[in-house]
């Protein structure tokens, strides 16, 4: 899967990228993006991740990456996103859950987010699902605002949770 | 949740300039579209202006013009020149819970407190002039 993601009246993306499926050579590159983005290096959980969701053959797993297009001096990948389609956990119809998504910090708001949102809704659909999900920390509002304007609204679930102790 | 009435026109005041941003509205030409008089709107829109989400233009062809960023300004940034987002439901104000039972309320009014916060913090106007616009195409209201 490529797409050369072009602006639209919702999506005013400024920078030529293309939308394209994540290959191993890109997980340095997301690693990297992932550390400055939250500070934490997480080599291994991003192996792991690529194995579930960009080697296998699955059709229900999507890690798309956004690779800048004319611009030497940029990161080699400028953010990602990864969604699976799951069915009936919580008594859930099949949906697809985009389980993370980072834009590089200088790029934000040049619609790279939303470009990477739009190629992944495009996945879930081709899937066959009509509903997507996803879950964002309450205090993270630059996620909840980005969720929110991509016409995300609160679900029909509360997230639960309990110290075990 | 209830708004007061000045978070209420505060907000529709914002989207009506946040749509047409090179356009100037006077205090009237908002107050006649949301039916409430000059006077009252006035005082909000001072009030977004010391915020400075909206800026004044004097002068022939001047008023009103949205000066906060569409992207980046939320409802909760906008409520809160007017009111407190927090529950409301007044135990002992700041002060330590004085009994078990209090603590546990607090507990679940902050709950509460923090979706709320969480809502009104992630809903930009910019989400919102889409979620207008989306209920106008859909012939929903006028």
């Known amino acids: 899967m490529q797409i050369a993601a072009t602006p639209t009246d919702d999506n005013p993306l400024k920078l030529p990228i293309l939308i394209r499926r994540a290959r191993a050579a890109d997980i340095a590159a997301v690693v990297a993006l992932d550390e400055r983005v939250t500070g934490l290096a997480k080599r291994g959980y991003w192996d792991d991740i690529f194995k579930r969701y960009g080697q296998s053959t699955r059709p229900d797993g999507f890690f798309l990456v956004a690779e800048p297009q004319d611009r030497k001096d940029a990161p080699p990948v400028l953010g990602f996103i990864i969604g699976e389609v799951r069915a009936w956990e919580f008594g859930s119809a099949p949906c697809g859950w985009v389980i993370a998504l980072s834009v590089e910090p200088e790029i934000r708001l040049q619609g790279v987010g939303e470009a990477l949102f739009e190629a992944i809704s495009a996945e879930f659909k081709k899937s066959g699902v009509r509903k997507m999900r996803t879950m964002v920390i309450h205090d993270n509002r630059l996620h909840l605002m980005f969720f929110r304007g991509e016409g995300m609204m609160a679900g029909p679930y509360i997230q639960l949770e309990k110290d075990i102790e | ?142």
């Open chain 2, 1 to 142: 949740m209830k708004l007061q009435i000045a978070s209420q026109l505060a907000i529709y005041a914002l989207l009506e300039l946040a749509a047409e941003p090179d356009r100037h509205f006077s205090v009237a030409e908002i107050g006649d579209k949301f039916n409430v008089s000059s006077h009252h709107l006035a005082k909000v829109m001072n009030a977004l202006g010391r915020a400075k989400l909206v800026r004044s233009v004097r002068g022939v062809g001047g008023g009103y013009q949205f000066a906060g960023s569409v992207r980046r300004t939320t409802l909760l940034d906008v409520i809160q020149q007017f009111e407190d987002v927090d529950s409301g439901v007044s135990l002992t104000g700041g002060s330590s819970p004085a009994t078990d039972e209090e603590a546990a309320l607090r507990g679940i009014l902050d709950e509460i407190d923090n979706i709320t916060r969480a809502t009104l913090g992630s809903i930009t106007i910019g989400t919102m002039l889409k979620l207008v616009g989306r209920r106008r195409s859909s012939g929903s209201m006028r």
